[in-house]
């Protein structure tokens, strides 16, 4: 299976790192990252890059894409030449899928016009800007499209699609291999369980870095 991965400037690595870290370790799997330059691509905090192996040019075609997001992922959704490389490796895609904002830039591709899909929980008004249909939830599958929430819940969508392209067998040996067992201090993982004041402080920052 031949995984593509998306990177630009300013991604969020565990976007990227995340879900690489499961699905590569899938039985035949085969990943490439790749960006618009051979060479490394700086993520949002700049001080943590990874290597792109192979320019869009040299990416036709993949059985899974996928599109992490970061800052820099809504920049991208005017750059017609990687809008056209999204609509073109989707068309030979089995699996195309993102995390974050990720889905953003897909839906700003026409990928996800009229299917539900998940972002960060900043940005349903910008999915839907280009309609799609913002859902709620941590990871969203409508037909071979599968998005996930904000950024850790990357691990959670390639889990799924572990379990999916293989089986549950399979898909939980990865997940007893990284020892991916979520015991957080803190039960502010999600606007609806965080304090009213860290979500307002966060939003803040947020309005401060757009």
Do not use: N
């Amino acid at each position: 299976m031949k995984i593509a991965i998306l990177l630009f400037d300013r991604f969020t690595a565990l976007d990227a790192v995340g879900p690489y870290e499961i699905l590569a370790r899938m039985p035949g799997a085969e990943v490439v990252f790749t960006a618009a330059r051979r060479g490394p691509v700086r993520s949002d905090l700049g001080s943590l890059a990874l290597t792109a192996d192979a320019t869009l040019d040299e990416v036709t075609a993949a059985d899974l894409l996928l599109v992490p997001g970061g800052p820099g992922s809504l920049d991208q959704c005017e750059q017609p030449e990687v809008l056209d490389w999204l609509r073109a490796v989707d068309a030979t895609t089995t699996w195309t899928t993102s995390v974050c904002s990720g889905s953003v830039l897909l839906a700003a591709a026409g990928l996800l016009t009229g299917r539900r899909a998940t972002t960060h929980w900043f940005l349903p008004q910008a999915l839907a800007g280009f309609g799609a249909q913002p859902v709620d939830e941590r990871v969203v599958f409508d037909g071979k499209y599968a998005t996930a929430a904000g950024v850790s819940a990357g691990l959670d969508l390639a889990l799924h699609l572990v379990g999916r392209i293989h089986d549950a067998e399979t898909a939980q040996g990865i997940q007893l291999l990284i020892e991916y067992d979520p015991q957080p201090p803190y039960t502010a993982g999600s606007t609806r369980t965080a304090p009213p004041a860290v979500v307002d402080a966060v939003r803040d920052r947020f309005a401060v870095r757009s």
